[in-house]
């Protein structure tokens, strides 16, 4: 909740990451094994032996008990910390057994740059120093709060912890101990100066104050929650522009420094203490935001990414539609008003979805280092116009005179009229102590609002029906559901009230996805929104969890905070399928060379599009490359198949993952495959570069899976598959035979080329499907997927013999 905004997007585009079709074999269980249990593309320090098997098994994938063969991570937060049942959640409260992972919000970064948690010595202090009824600590830690109870029951359930430093509110600041907000620069400052350079030693500060504090308090790692470090104007809190609007065009390289460093003190210290410590960040799904990203070069240092796949849509406009879909429906209004829909350049792919962030961040990680995120509230207007039940109408303040700061567009949004009263239950506050209007309610209560049920909490949460005619519950909150978003929503026709919600039905469909896709597993935020059924008493007091919901359906019960959606994730997870642990989708080169790859050249902010880096190519092999070479990598399906270059290497894609004209319940495949070759009259000398001039039109997250084909033989690249052997004489022969005995080669039943061995739907010779062979001068090739190219000519054949 407090956890992000999605910022309103301009000439949006963005891509997602890469395809993997590469040729010939490799065996992935072999290279982790090699490589100590060290998970696909996971960064290690040079030096340090991190004792990986400590955390994952020897394919690579992380180790989390039988029935957690995928990820379930929440939030808790630190500010529930009373012992009013009604409106404190303690760590006693946490369903553990349902549970993978525990981020703990927030550490912030103080005024002297190390990261915060307040006074230590102070017995109130709710990270260290406070003790609660029925909450058991371990004296022997030496220190009690919620880090004590963390500490104490981990160790009992085997559950993950980590810090989670920023967030919302505390990326550019932090709390002083009167609950004031100090905007004194966060990760702003802390990572870069004021001209621009990289604060080297306020990162080195940092970086060693947040490993100090992971080893003291016993937990398992760092989630850094940076809200945003993009070069695009306007993100994050707008309580922070005095810091972050002059640093946007260097806030990305600092980024990428700040995470190098913390992945490598992360590292020496899983040496000395023996056990692989983490890190993973809160990363948004915004494609406005991930344009300012660059290629999110910073995968690699991560465990694992939780994406914020939630606020994609907010009363900070008037466009009412879904918090969190899983999918797009070609219908979203916002969309529609920057004519995402109808712009050619970006393939008719709306993005405002958690499927086009995962297919982003899928193209520079395997599909087990990435969790979906899911919200465990909703988000809502009230006065809306239009739209069916409200699903896409307009809720434009009245008076947009008054709108906060960070709010509308201008150009194509007002911003939003957000419902407040019995409608806002979590009643955040701005600076100015002022209640932000934005439909903000944990799941338990819409759950009551959707039974109509006045449920025991209101004078604990601050709502007062007698005295304030907006906390009455009036009208009749009726739930709608979007099949094809995969998202419900409540409908109050009375009050014209829209709040998007998430329920058991959406999450089943969510984990789902989840499995099938091969994802790590779900984040949530945050635990306390999570609901169960209780059947009250004679006195109106919560008793036992009723599981089948009847006493709410009957008004003789009523939601409260609970583990229903929760244990529905579990409960989908608990039998699933190990998750995807490679970046590439199809098969390896079986040996490497030496050519190292750099990505730049970005511009900043709105002037990155087309999207237009430089891809330097770099041959350290110590051999000439001809001219003629070919190289391939792969893009992400989120973007549109239409990559090209302008240098002269005739850059294509040659092989679509997702190829229908819209994205409509989700995109096809996992990666689109591209290729250029070095003009034939250019070879490449050793020590030379090459470089790409590329453009595509939505950003991308990669690329990856690099190939290379010299003189007929393909070779991946030494930076990704480092356990592979190097060739040290790239094919010195130009018209190498695979067979060094032409008698070994059989042709018997081999068509030869043009006669295709497959036909259209007349009979007539027209193409190859993958595994075919055919002839083509003397040479026997095989068809690594669906074409009617000539054979030998580009990526889709690998020469088998010659004849």
């Known amino acids: 909740m407090n956890h992000s905004k999605h910022k309103v997007i301009k000439h949006f585009f963005s891509l997602s990451a890469l395809t993997a079709s590469c040729l010939l074999a490799f065996n992935a269980q072999a290279a982790n094994t090699a490589n100590n249990c060290r ?10 032996t991190v004792p990986y098997c400590t955390v994952y098994d020897q394919d690579g994938r992380e180790i989390m008990g039988a029935d957690h063969p995928r990820r379930v991570i929440g939030y808790f937060t630190s500010w529930r910390a009373g012992n009013d049942p009604q409106s404190s959640y303690l760590v006693k409260d946490i369903p553990w057994e ?48 919620h880090f004590g109870a963390l500490a104490t029951a981990k160790a009992k ?36 100066n004021a001209d621009g350079s990289i604060n080297q030693a306020g990162i080195e500060k940092f970086a060693t104050s947040a490993v100090e504090m992971i080893r003291k308090y016993r937990f398992d790692g760092v989630d850094v929650d940076y809200e945003y470090p993009t070069s695009m104007a306007g993100a994050g809190n707008p309580y922070d522009k005095a810091f972050s609007e002059s640093r946007r065009p260097y806030l990305w390289r600092s980024y990428q420094e700040l995470m190098r460093v913390l992945r490598e003190k992360l590292d020496q210290a899983s040496a000395l203490d023996g056990v692989h410590y983490m890190l993973t960040i809160a990363a948004p799904s915004s494609g406005y935001l991930l344009r ?48 995402v829909y109808g712009t050619a350049a970006y393939g008719g792919i709306g993005y405002l979805n958690t499927d086009w962030a995962y297919h982003y961040f899928r193209g520079s990680m395997p599909a087990g280092r990435i969790n979906i995120g899911v919200p465990y509230y909703t988000r809502g207007w009230k006065d809306v116009t239009g739209g069916t039940n409200g699903l896409w109408g307009r809720a434009a303040l009245p008076n947009q005179a008054d709108c906060a700061p960070g709010t509308g567009e201008g150009e ?39 039974k109509g049920i006045f449920g025991s909490y209101f004078a604990a949460n601050g709502l007062d029906p007698v005295n304030n005619p907006q906390h009455q519950l009036t009208g009749t909150y009726t739930r709608h559901y979007d099949n094809v978003a995969i998202a419900p929503w409540l409908w109050n026709a009375e009050k014209k009230v829209f709040l998007s919600t998430e329920d058991k039905e959406s999450i089943n469909a969510k984990a789902s996805y989840v499995i099938d896709k091969e994802i790590g597993g779900i984040m949530f935020w945050e635990l ?23 006493a709410c359906a009957s008004g003789n019960g009523e939601y409260h905070m609970g583990n229903t959606m929760t244990k529905a994730i579990y409960d989908k997870f608990k039998s699933a ?108 000398p050793a020590g030379g570069s090459y470089e790409l001039d590329m453009v595509y039109y939505l950003p991308i997250s990669g690329p990856a899976n690099y190939t290379v084909n010299v003189n007929g033989v393909d070779y991946a690249f030494k930076f990704e598959q480092p356990n592979l052997p190097v060739d040290p004489n790239p094919n010195p022969n130009p018209n190498p035979n695979p067979n060094p005995n032409p008698g070994d080669c059989v042709t018997t039943g081999i068509n030869t080329y043009p006669n295709w061995p497959q036909t259209d739907w007349a009979g007539n010779p027209s193409h190859a499907n993958q595994g075919d062979k055919i002839i083509h001068n003397g040479v026997v090739y095989q068809a690594n997927w669906w074409t009617s190219a000539t054979p030998g000519n580009d990526g889709s054949w690998a020469k088998v013999c010659i004849i």
């Open 577 to 684: 399928t190990p998750y995807g642990n490679t970046i590439a989708t199809g098969p390896i080169p079986t040996h490497t060379l030496d050519i190292a790859v750099s990505v730049g050249g970005f511009k900043v902010g709105d002037q990155n599009y087309p999207i237009n880096p430089k891809i330097t190519f770099t041959n350290n092999t110590g051999k000439e490359l001809p001219g003629g070479t070919e190289f391939q990598f792969d893009i992400p399906v989120s973007a549109p198949d239409n990559a090209k270059d302008q240098s002269g290497g005739g850059l294509k894609v040659i092989s679509s993952g997702h190829t229908r004209a819209d994205n409509i319940g989700g995109l096809d495949g996992v990666m689109h495959r591209v290729s250029f070759s070095l003009p034939a009259w250019k070879s490449l």
């Open 39 to 48: 998970p696909d593309g996971l960064y290690q320090t040079e030096g340090v």
């Open 292 to 339: 300012g990203m660059e290629t999110h070069d910073v995968s690699k240092y991560l465990d694992y990414v939780n994406i914020m796949s939630y606020d994609l849509h907010g009363a900070w406009n008037d466009h009412v539609g879904h918090n969190a879909a899983l999918y797009d429906t070609g219908k979203d209004s916002e969309l529609a008003a920057w004519n």
């Open 412 to 450: 194509k949004n007002n911003c939003g009229n957000g419902a407040v009263g019995i409608d806002n239950l979590w009643h955040d506050k701005n600076t100015k102590g002022h209640e932000m209007a934005a439909g903000s309610n944990p799941m338990w209560h819409a759950m009551n609002l959707a």
């Open 98 to 145: 349902q549970l993978t992972h525990i981020n703990y919000a927030f550490v912030s970064i103080g005024s002297d740059g190390n990261v915060n948690i307040g006074d230590v010595a102070d017995p109130t202090n709710p990270a260290v120093g406070m003790e609660w009824d029925g909450v058991e600590i371990d004296p022997a830690l030496g220190f009690k709060g």
């Open 157 to 192: 359930y085997g559950v993950k912890t980590l810090i989670s430093i920023g967030g919302w509110a505390e990326t550019g600041g932090h709390f002083g101990a009167d609950g004031n907000r100090i905007a004194d620069g966060g990760f702003y400052s802390m990572t870069t």
């Open 528 to 550: 306390a929104g999570d609901y169960n059924c209780y059947v009250l008493n004679a006195n109106g007091n919560r008793t036992t969890v009723d599981a089948t919901e009847n």
